[in-house]
DNA sequence: TTGAAAGCGATACCAC
DNA sequence: GTGGTATCGCTTTCAA
């Protein structure tokens, strides 16, 4: 004697939309309509609808309602490195809104490596993403063509630039860069270390190229170094500042670059900022814990997020309208880590220095 | 005159198994268990199925494929907030793990808000999700009602303690927070603010606990205040700083904490470490930044990460034999802001300070 | 060793 | 307004 499945009144198992419709005498039709408001429902059948899901404590089930919907609810976000508090601000910011819209986002960490990056872009698509949002690791990603061959709509920020196909949103690091170096040159700097990463990156492209010219305007050497992590800038930074004609200022342009220039220069034993200046992109909140506050490039993290989101939204609405590259502006943070240039090289030997530090600024 | 949508070899869709079966001529469940390796399969279909999913860019549908087989492959992770190093700490490794074995992260942010959280969790509990990792905000969430609910399996990290029906990872609290304030009496300070945030969280709960056994031990007197986000640190902290018998030492028990403890210190004028010395508990890059540098407890963040995620595997695994708690120990960084009490209250006044700072330490 | 076909749990079209 | 039901793309018996 065989008994469907589904009439046997299961208990321990989790209640379905027929469930459902079941006990609150309707169709499954009915309930459906009444959770997703797709069209009217009398307020009698209404009622008996949402006493049905409370008694069983019913969740809809959306892979069921994703695979039928052609509509999965998930958005795919990959950055390079969420321990990266850039990152992980604007991780915030866009899971906070697209949880405001019914969307979840599926987390992928490529830990700045493009093979991954790609690796985990192929298993995000498999989930039927319905967007997605992408802070590449490379200037060209491989990962880029798989999404494009996947059709979902994708922006890409930070680091995306004009990538045909993808809608981007980044900063103005080239007028950011040419302002901060600028503020060292006009403090009387001539001499500069700038301490990136990888140049292929876009956003360190523009960062260089930004300093570049601002030296050249300025009528001041530069010194450029790459770093691919803190420890790495620590080293490099350290063998720059032990020459004779060491620089008298150090531009980092990631926070784990001003991260390793700082070990650098306690260890050097050059007094801080009186005998070297230090400026640094991503406004960090401990950049303003210990003295002296760091100078800093703010990045609008928050902006940044929002325009990414809703760029994205936009797509999947269908808009076509949009700017496919948006960019924002950065703001020069003026601390106490930049100061004239005081002690010359030949000074350099002094150590267990005594420091001055003002109060406060902010 | 009716065509089977499926015949109709559309170009612009992306392809399913059945288009990928006809091409190779064989049955989808073939195609399924050449990808995979469910039964064996005649070496020659083998390849003919492999070049069809090669030829037509065949992706598999998870929405699909979890509907049917009941296992989603994407695991639910639930923090309090992302941008907090301690918790992006633990996620990126996690994220690491979950993606070595298959699986995929959906992040929820809660915000420290228990209505939020569960929320969250109930979003995610309809993502059919086989698992979930949680730093719950509040002690006893109601979020957990549902998940109990749900019968998802579930790993409570770091404020997790004991709640029937579930595995956590935490850290000995007690033990740690009595090393700290043990370090600061032994310093020779009698006097120490305790910057605590919220007492209803279990690991918060704990360091109290630890805090007052270790003053109770070494005839200290504490004071303890709650705060919710640094900028009210700051302000209480400050507000302390400037009575007239005041503490010689702050112990912060975040991060969080030791960032608005560090602005009120700064602010108050008080020299620092000479005047007020501090220790905190998470021990961040930038600790050893910026001068002095902080002296700290180091919770063995990837090892939590570790320890939750093979938890987790296991009982999706179906395996029973875990111990349901876990207690990792926490270390204790002694660094530069911790030093014997200089300067008494009446000194306080001074400002404007002249700092000694020593080498770094490493 | 392989194929046919019955679902998984929703949605949405077509009737009434 | 409401209900019946085909269908989304895949997994997994059951038969052959």
Sequence with gaps: ????????????????????????????????????????????????????????????????????????????????????????????????????????????????????????????????????ILVPCSDYSAALQDIRQHKVPAVLVDRGGEVSGFDSIDVNNFDATREGAGHL??????????????????????????????????????????????????????????????????????????????RAIWESGIEFPGGISLIAFDDCEWMTALRPFVSTLRQPTNAIAEKAWLTLLKRLQGNQRIRSRQQLECTLMIRESTTRPGRVASQLAESAARRQTADPSG
């Design 1 to 132: 004697m065989k008994v469907p499945k589904r009439q046997q009144a299961v208990n321990n198992v989790r209640p379905t939309i027929r469930d459902v419709a079941r006990a609150a005498g309707v169709s499954t039709a009915t309930v459906s309509n009444v959770l997703r408001g797709t069209r009217f429902v009398g307020p009698a059948r209404q009622k008996k609808v949402r006493d049905a899901i409370e008694l069983l404590g019913y969740n809809p089930n959306w892979l069921a309602a994703g695979l039928r919907a052609r509509r999965s609810g998930v958005i795919g976000l990959v950055v390079p490195d969420i321990t990266i508090s850039f990152f992980s601000g604007i991780l915030s910011r866009i899971e906070e809104l697209a949880a405001g819209s019914n969307y979840q986002i599926i987390l992928a960490d490529a830990q700045e490596k493009p093979e991954r990056e790609r690796e985990r872009v192929r298993a995000l698509l498999r989930r039927q993403p319905d967007g997605l």
């Design 185 to 262: 040159l006009r403090l009387g700097h001539r001499q500069i270390l700038a301490v990136a990463t990888n140049p292929a990156l876009r956003n360190i492209a523009q960062r260089i190229a930004g300093f570049k010219a601002a030296l050249k305007a300025g009528r001041g050497r530069g010194q450029i170094i790459n770093c691919s992590d803190p420890v790495e800038a620590r080293q490099k930074v350290l063998r720059v500042l032990r020459e004779r004609d060491r620089p008298t200022a150090i531009f980092a342009f990631t926070e784990q670059m001003a991260l390793g220039s700082l």
